[in-house]
């Protein structure tokens, strides 16, 4: 089946620098999503790229829909303590409205 | 205007209980999708419903889970006879209409509710 790799599993950061996170698949993806999940709740969608080689930005988050369509990169300036979650990308094929998930990649910044 | 809405947040069940979990869309929403998450993983796509009808349901286990969505009332997630891996959490999700996801990215979630089977 499809699948996302994002890695590494956790990221620390220092409070104020930048963090890039990738995802990659083998598969082609038509629309890359990235989504926040804070401890018990659910996720909160971030960014949604639809084109490829669509560069987005919301706030401090820039995201990247790859050439390829097979991969995808969030970027996040000037990191403060409550960007701290877990960061998903996501990937939508044809006209469904099925997502298909990343493991995740957990951020920790230090005060 | 209310997000979506699930309940329980916590269930215990032993192991052979039926387990329930009850969403309800945001107003005005149509389309909604259970995904389940384990523990340091991301969430695996179960099924997508439209009021009275299960569009796909390709993640479902074959037996013992099933899910519907009433033309009245919250859409529900059953699972029979629990066992420990189905110790997970479940969101639920609802868009506007059944391409809005592709169109818009616009699909939210509920906070979940967090199964655990002893």
């Known amino acids: 089946g499809q699948q996302l790799n994002q890695s590494p599993q956790s990221m620390f950061i220092q409070e104020g620098e930048d963090v890039s996170m990738n995802c990659t698949s083998s598969s082609i993806f038509n629309t890359w999503l990235w989504y926040k999940q804070d401890p018990g709740e659910g996720p909160v969608l971030l960014i949604a790229l639809y084109k490829a080689g669509e560069l987005t930005s919301n706030g401090r988050l820039t995201a990247q829909f790859g050439i390829t369509r097979k991969d995808s990169f969030l970027n996040i300036s000037a990191s403060i303590p409550s960007d701290v979650g877990i960061y998903f990308c996501a990937g939508l094929t044809g006209a469904n409205s099925k997502l298909t998930f990343g493991k995740g990649i957990t951020l920790s910044v230090r005060p | 205007n209310a997000g979506v809405m699930q309940n329980p947040r916590h269930l215990v069940r032993r192991r052979g209980q039926e387990a329930r979990l009850r969403c309800s869309p945001m107003k005005g929403h149509s389309h909604v999708y259970w995904y389940r998450q384990l523990p340091e993983e991301g969430l695996k796509f179960m099924v997508y419903l439209q009021k009275e009808n299960i569009i796909d349901e390709s993640g479902m286990p074959k037996e013992r889970f099933s899910a519907e969505f009433p033309k009245e009332g919250p859409s529900i997630l059953r699972i029979q006879q629990v066992v420990r891996g189905d110790s997970a959490a479940y969101f639920c999700?609802?868009?506007?209409?059944?391409?809005?996801?592709?169109?818009?990215?616009?699909?939210?979630f509920g906070e979940g509710s967090r199964l655990t089977v002893l």
């Open positions: 999700a609802s868009s506007l209409t059944g391409t809005s996801v592709r169109d818009t990215g616009e699909l939210f």
